[in-house]
């Protein structure tokens, strides 16, 4: 287990640099293997839930090569095998092989997959669209096989905006025979990386981005070079913690349109900042006002921002409410916050209220998920004294060298292995 310490309430200064986002390069990584031939992928994040597909890419006998951001996937001799179920489960995106894999060779046997206990984090609507193109799904024991004599275009509505299953249907229909129609279709900015990827193989894909996506399916997907699109959601971490601490603060190499619910937000609690085309830069004003949040899909305010924004809120004056509408389970930080003097409390599993601004002092606490994690991190670098947290193998799960950047800029923070 990691464990993550830190000094709060030391300004940050300076300059953050956004790596590549984690939702869209574990994506990018499965649809690699959809590839005939060789593909490289530039700017992909250096975190833990890249190394678990790159095991899953050897254990398949992909060629793969990995050296800085760089990781460059040769799966034109892969196996299409059982990937064991401890691979599969330490992360949720390890279902994206069922996509890749149903429509390189249609068929493919899969365990149920990992990832955050944020909710039940169901796969009916991914099943159900392979269903739609032709294929059988049974499940024995969360063991499933999915099987088709031909996969073939097909008309897809989601009953919900799923990331994941608009990606995994996407991977599916891009050699099915003829045309797939997804509609209501997901818009997260990781969508049109990844539609971008499989046309730059030759994939015939339009409409990534809105909500009706069409794919014309195509018999060879040829080498090609892509970049992982900037993380938004570690740029808004990091927007947050700026607001909260930042004494010009800049976060750069991002692209500030995909953040424009959280800059409304920003806007709302009273914080100055200066957008460029390519950073913003963020100081701490005095005071900060108290606001509402209701996560969304794309372009709504994301529910992978909700618990590090709940740390702003409790520096905010007055009464905020957050409205969680995705996730069931996705307020377990708030416990650890209140531990160290946040006044917080559930309305419902789904609405929290936050009542500041209440000073924060440092304690130990218990990082329950990836952005839960985040959350305390900021916490920590605000509070008083020191904070440690445990569990803080979720948090390099999604933030690209956090220790390094953060100390980069001023916080007296750092990360031990506790054997
Ligand atoms: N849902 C279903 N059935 C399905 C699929 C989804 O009911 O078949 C429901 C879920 O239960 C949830 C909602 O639809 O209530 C949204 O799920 P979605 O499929 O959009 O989420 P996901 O693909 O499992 C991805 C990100 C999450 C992020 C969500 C929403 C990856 C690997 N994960 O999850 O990221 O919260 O989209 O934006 O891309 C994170 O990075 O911390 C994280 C959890």
Not at 16 to 23: A, E, L, Q, T, V
Not at 207 to 212: D, P, Q, R, V
Request: with cysteine; aromatic share 6%; charged share 25%.
């Amino acid at each position: 287990m990691y464990r993550i310490k830190i000094n709060g309430n030391k300004p940050l200064s300076g300059n953050i640099r956004i790596s590549g986002s984690k939702n869209s390069a574990v994506a990018l990584i499965p649809a690699a293997v959809l590839c005939d031939e060789e593909v490289t992928i530039a700017n992909v994040p250096d975190i833990s839930d890249i190394d678990a597909l790159d095991e899953i890419l050897n254990y398949l006998n992909a060629k793969v090569e990995r050296k800085d951001d760089i990781i460059k996937v040769d799966s034109s001799k892969i196996e299409n095998k059982l990937i064991p179920k401890k691979i599969v489960t330490k992360l949720r995106a390890s279902y994206y092989f069922m996509g890749a894999l149903l429509s390189k060779y249609k068929r493919v046997e899969m365990y149920f997959p990992g990832g955050c206990s944020i909710g039940a984090r169901p796969i009916n609507l991914h099943l159900k669209g392979f269903e739609a193109m032709g294929a059988t799904v049974t499940e024995n024991d969360n063991l499933f096989t999915i099987t088709a004599d031909k996969l073939t275009g097909a008309k897809i509505n989601l009953d919900f905006a799923s990331v994941g299953a608009t990606i995994n249907l996407m991977l599916a229909a891009v050699k099915a025979d003829g045309t797939t129609i997804i509609s209501n279709a997901a818009k997260e900015p990781h969508i049109v990386n990844v539609a971008t990827f499989l046309n730059n193989m030759g994939a015939k894909i339009t409409g990534a981005g809105t909500s009706e996506i069409k794919i014309i399916g195509v018999k060879y997907l040829h080498s090609c070079f892509h970049e992982v699109v900037p993380d938004y959601i570690e740029t808004g971490t990091y927007m947050i913690l700026a607001s909260l601490i930042g004494k010009d603060l800049t976060i750069s190499n991002i692209i500030p349109e995909h953040v424009e619910a959280l800059i409304s937000k920003l806007e709302d609690v009273g914080i100055p900042m200066e957008i460029d085309i390519d950073s913003i830069k963020i100081s701490r004003p005095e005071k900060l006002k108290s606001t509402s949040i209701k996560t969304q899909v794309y372009p709504g305010f994301p529910t992978d921002l909700q618990q590090p924004f709940a740390t702003l809120l409790t520096q905010c004056k007055g009464r905020s409410i957050i409205n969680e509408t995705i996730w069931e389970n996705r307020f377990l930080n708030l416990k650890e916050l209140n531990k160290m003097g946040a006044t917080t409390d559930l309305l419902t599993n789904q609405k929290a209220v936050i009542i500041g601004p209440t000073k924060l002092i440092g304690k130990k606490v218990n990082a329950t998920d990836l952005r839960g994690g985040a959350s305390l991190v900021l916490a920590g670098l605000i509070a008083e004294g020191n904070t440690i947290i445990d569990n803080a193998d979720y948090v390099l799960r999604g933030y690209e060298g956090i220790v390094d950047k953060l100390t980069k800029v001023g916080a007296d923070i750092s990360l031990e292995e506790v054997k």
